[in-house]
Every structure is written in C-alpha cells, then in structure tokens.
C-alpha cells in the first residue's frame, strides 16, 4: 500500500473547525500516514497569520521591548483551537519556553518556526498521531541550502519505525544548530522533502483553492481548473506569476517522480490538479494550451548596429554590462542588425543611463532605445508541440482583439509561446486567449 503524505496550509487549519476537516480528510485514508502542518493562517480577509505575528512579536523582543500582550495574542489563538476541539492541552510551558528564548534573542527564524511547532503539538495530540520536531529531521548545509542526504537519511530512518506522524512544516535545524527556516510559504517545501524521503505514492497539498487555474480570476471570470500539468510546465506558469506552490516545493518530489495533487480542504470531493512528470501518458489537455500567466512591467532595451551579425561577441559584450550590474534578463529576441533585451523594470531604476553608457561605449550601436511598460505572457502547453495553429489562434486572439504583439518567443522546448504586449493590454489579451482556447469549441 503506498505511503500519501500530506500537506495543509495555514487556511486550511486557521481555526478549529477547518482543522476538523483537515482531521476528516487524513481520517478517510489510511494511505495518508504522514501530516505536515502550516502555522495557522487567516480565518478572514483582515486576519493576521500566526506566523506574521510571531514575527512582529519577536521584532519587540529583538528591540529589548516588552512583548508579552503580543504573546498572549499568539497562545489565545492557539487556546481558540485547543478549546474549539475539546481537548484538555495545555501550552503554558511551551509558551514560557519560548519567551524565555524571545529574551535570549534566539533569532527571527526560531520566532517564526514556532508557529508550525505549536500547530504540529495540537495537530499531533488531536489525530493521537506521534509527534517529530523538524529540527531534529530536516537539515541545512552551511551555505543554506538543504543538506539532501543528511534530511534523507534521518527522516526516512526516524519515519521507518512510526506508522503515522506529525511534522510540522517551515523549519529544520541550520548548519549552526539553530532552527532555520526555509522563505515563507516554505511548508510546502517540507511537505515534499517529507514525501521524497519515504517515497510516497503522492504527496497531497491541501490549500483553499481547487487547483491551478488556467488564468488568474482576478483577470478572467471563473477560469476552468488545471486538471494535470507537468513540472515543467507549472516551472513555467509559476516563474510567470501564477502561484499556490512554493517554488522549491517541486524538487524533492520531482527527482523521485512523485506526483503533486493540490486539493481543497473545503471541497474535498473535487479532484484538484495533478502535478505529474513530464513521462507520464496522461492525456493533454482538452484545450490544447495548459493555462496562461503573465507579468507587466518589463522594459525593452532595443540596440541597433548595421552588420551587427558579423561582429563576434556583440551580444556578449551586451549582456555583460547587464551582468556586472547583476540584472537577470527574461528575453533577447533578435534579428540581423538589431538585438533587444527585456528585463524587468525595477532593476533598471536609477541605474538606466549608467547601463546606456556602459552598453555604448561596449559595442558602439547606432541607436539604443528603451520602452517601458511591456507586459509579458506566457501561454504554456505540452499539447502544443502535436497540435498545428496553435500560434496562430493566439495571434488571430489578439489581432481581433486590436492588441499589437510586441514580440514573439516560442521556447525551444516548444512548451510554450511568449508574447510581449503594452501594460495596458495585458488583461485583454489574456482575456481573449484564454476565450479562443477554453470557451470557443475546438475544432
Ligand atoms: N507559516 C509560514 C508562512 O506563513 C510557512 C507556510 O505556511 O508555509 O509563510
């Protein structure tokens, strides 16, 4: 019987009636044996997460103020829970432990940790699951990163001999013996170490939304529900906004070939998406393209040189000056006597003339010019790479819309199709690409 392990964030468990659906669900399958809790999250829009206050808490501490109102704030949240399941534990001596580490300044990563630490105590003694602190199963090595074998070889040997655990999600122990957390949103990091390391059959993420949405509902109404999509392609729709993972989430699973199901703890009969590896046989989706993402607010930075071609190392000596100002860049369409470089706007701010000159007096173009306020999009399928026209019913999308393409790019992956659209277009295109392939019938 395979292993599930499973992920809840902090929605999902913000209070003690959301945490009894989360008891539900791990209740109603043996297979999920192994829980990773978040911190409890909001439970309305103007709430504050525990771990928000956990570090506002610390900030006080850190300042030598007094920060008991504030902590007392933190332990009634978690007494609400305790209260609300009708159990009998108490966190008096946690709570004093811990503000006696605030006063010997235990650092602002221990602050946060705690968060899960406390929720992972209740989460633990509520299901009668044993309990296993992650600093004692999650490592980092010296320069912050994971330290794989050591996590591996710990937490697979410590979850070898329990049948069910509680993990609690966000930290390990630091290179210095400190707790260390990963950056926020990182228990759906743990979730996946947890999953990679005991090879699970799949590793559920429990959140609040049903899945990955082919657009963002901020933009387009009521977006269809991405049923599965491949690592590769949410790397893609990920890095260009669209977000409910945390971005190192997708590699401890990914390695071991584990699937990735998102799943709504308050609709847990809807399927969710499927995150799978790209090997699998599953059928591509039924609108060709898998979802859209986007972000505004690039800038165009347009060199033009005659028999640019022919000048060895013109691009380089370009994309030197950007790299000695540490400028990532996103895009470099070409042609003969012309190259552009897009790259993200804010890195640009106070330093544009300086990198003009520097680009200038590097390979002497005829002109460069700048434009800002260029929208990028990205319209990512696996389906593509089989299917004709797909580039043509993006461009026949926006010409009808009167949207003009700023730019083109299909990667060489042909996963995807990227194009460059003014600011204020942005809405409206993907608007209407997501109309030509969710809601118009397929031809
Ligand atoms: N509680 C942490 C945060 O708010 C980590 C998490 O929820 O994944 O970022």
């Given at each position: 019987m395979?292993?599930?392990?499973?992920?809840f964030?902090?929605?999902?468990l913000?209070?003690?009636?959301q945490?009894?659906?989360?008891?539900?669900?791990?209740q109603?399958d043996?297979?999920?044996r192994y829980?990773?809790?978040?911190a409890?999250?909001?439970?309305?829009?103007?709430d504050?997460?525990?771990?928000?206050?956990?570090?506002?808490?610390?900030e006080?501490a850190?300042?030598?103020?007094?920060f008991?109102?504030q902590?007392?704030?933190?332990q009634?949240?978690?007494q609400?829970?305790?209260?609300?399941?009708?159990?009998?534990?108490?966190?008096d001596s946690?709570f004093a432990e811990?503000a006696?580490?605030f006063?010997?300044?235990?650092?602002?990563?221990?602050a946060?940790?705690?968060?899960?630490?406390?929720?992972g105590k209740?989460i633990a003694?509520?299901?009668q699951?044993?309990f296993?602190?992650a600093?004692e199963?999650?490592?980092f090595?010296?320069?912050?990163?994971?330290?794989?074998?050591?996590?591996?070889?710990?937490?697979?040997?410590?979850l070898?001999?329990?049948d069910?655990?509680v993990?609690p999600?966000f930290?390990?122990c630091?290179?210095?013996?400190?707790?260390?957390?990963?950056s926020?949103?990182?228990?759906d990091?743990t979730?996946?170490?947890v999953?990679g390391?005991?090879?699970?059959?799949l590793?559920?993420?429990?959140t609040?939304?049903?899945?990955?949405?082919v657009?963002?509902?901020?933009i387009?109404?009521n977006?269809a529900v991405?049923?599965?999509?491949?690592?590769?392609?949410?790397?893609?729709?990920s890095?260009?906004?669209a977000?409910v993972?945390?971005e190192?989430?997708?590699?401890?699973?990914r390695s071991?070939?584990?699937?990735?199901?998102?799943?709504n703890?308050?609709?847990?009969d809807?399927?969710?998406?499927?995150i799978?590896p790209?090997s699998t046989?599953?059928e591509i989706?039924?609108?060709?393209?898998?979802?859209i993402?986007g972000k505004?607010?690039?800038?165009?930075?347009?060199i033009h040189?005659?028999?640019?071609?022919?000048q060895?190392g013109?691009?380089r000596?370009?994309l030197?000056v950007l790299?000695?100002?540490n400028i990532?860049?996103e895009h470099m369409p070409?042609s003969?006597d012309?190259?552009t470089v897009?790259?993200?706007s804010?890195h640009?701010k106070?330093?544009?003339?300086e990198?003009?000159?520097?680009?200038q007096?590097?390979?002497?173009p005829?002109?460069?010019d700048t434009e800002?306020?260029?929208?990028?999009?990205a319209?990512?399928?696996?389906g593509?790479?089989r299917?004709r026209?797909v580039?043509?019913r993006?461009?026949?999308a926006?010409?009808?819309?009167?949207?003009?393409?700023?730019?083109?790019d299909?990667g060489?992956?042909e996963?995807?199709v990227?194009v460059?659209v003014?600011d204020?277009d942005?809405e409206q295109?993907?608007?209407?690409?997501?109309e030509?392939?969710?809601n118009?019938?397929?031809g």
């Open positions: 395979g292993v599930k392990v499973v992920k964030g902090g929605s999902s913000a209070d003690a009636n945490i009894k659906k989360a008891a539900a669900i791990i109603a043996a297979q999920r829980v990773v809790p978040s409890p999250g909001k439970r309305f829009q103007e504050t997460k525990v771990t928000d206050m956990l570090y506002a808490c610390y006080l850190e300042k030598g103020l007094d008991q109102r902590l007392e704030a933190i009634k949240r978690y609400e829970i305790i209260d609300g399941l009708g159990m009998e534990l108490s966190l946690e811990i006696d580490h006063r010997k300044r235990a650092g602002k990563d221990y946060a940790s705690r968060g899960e630490y406390l929720n209740v003694s509520y299901l699951f044993p296993i602190d600093a199963v999650i490592f090595a010296p320069d912050g990163s994971l330290d794989d074998d050591k996590t591996n070889a710990v937490l697979r040997g410590r070898a001999g329990v069910n655990a993990i999600g930290y390990g630091g290179a210095d013996g400190y707790v260390k957390t990963f926020r949103g990182g228990s990091v979730g996946s170490i999953a390391a005991v090879k699970a059959s590793y559920e993420n429990w609040d939304v049903s899945g990955f949405l657009a963002d509902p901020r387009v109404e977006p991405i049923r599965t999509i491949t690592y590769t392609e949410l790397r893609e729709l890095y260009m906004g977000s993972l945390h190192a989430a997708i590699f401890p699973v071991a070939g584990i699937p990735i199901n998102i799943r703890t308050n609709a847990p809807e399927p969710g998406t499927m799978v790209e046989d599953e989706s039924a609108y060709t393209i898998t979802g993402a505004k607010d690039f800038t165009s930075i347009n040189k005659d028999m640019m071609n022919s060895i013109f691009c000596d370009v030197n790299a000695n100002h990532p860049l070409s003969i012309s190259m897009i790259v993200d804010s640009l106070g330093v544009e003339d990198i003009r000159t520097e680009i007096k590097a390979v002497q005829d002109t460069i800002e306020n260029i929208a990028l999009i319209v990512v399928g696996r593509m790479c299917t026209g580039a043509a993006i461009f026949a926006l010409a009808h819309a009167r949207i003009n393409v700023r730019m083109i299909q060489s992956s996963l995807n990227i460059a003014k204020n942005f295109a993907i608007r209407c690409i997501y030509m392939f969710v118009s019938v397929e």
